[in-house]
């Protein structure tokens, strides 16, 4: 699986932006699509996920609310619509499979499978 992001930029606080995930490839074997995000130096921290059958979803808490994801299956593509944009929102974005259930709700990084490159969304204040 081929995962391509892109979508991210330069935004003011209060702005959005809606990033975009590519899938190509083998792409029956995914069973959800995650978007995490890096601030260099710490940690990568889970936003959003959904499943690419049911269209369950699950949000990181400070995200819910502010950020959408959603998938369209004729494109092969997930979507993180993401509003209300604050200075700490500004972070490397990366979309990645997750190809067994097993991993589901758990948000950790370690259950997916196959990472984008990520892109870059800077908010200013």
């Known amino acids: 699986v081929q995962l391509v992001e892109c979508g991210g930029g330069l935004v003011q606080a209060g702005g959005s932006l809606r990033l975009s995930c590519a899938a190509s490839?083998?792409?029956?074997?995914?069973?959800?699509v995650g978007w995490f995000r890096q601030v260099p130096g710490k940690e990568r921290v889970f936003v959003a996920a959904?499943?690419?059958?049911?269209?369950?979803?699950d949000y990181a808490t400070s995200m819910k609310g502010r950020f959408t994801i959603s998938r369209d299956n004729a494109k092969n593509t997930v979507y993180l619509q993401m509003n209300s944009l604050e200075p700490e929102d500004t972070a490397v974005y990366y979309c990645?499979?997750?190809?067994?259930?097993?991993?589901?709700?758990?948000?950790?990084?370690?259950?997916?499978?196959?990472w984008g490159q990520g892109t870059l969304v800077t908010v200013s204040s």
């Open positions: 990645a499979v997750m190809t067994s259930s097993l991993g589901w709700g758990t948000r950790g990084g370690r259950f997916y499978d196959y």
């Open positions: 490839g083998s792409t029956g074997s995914r069973y959800a």
């Open positions: 959904i499943t690419w059958s049911g269209g369950s979803t």
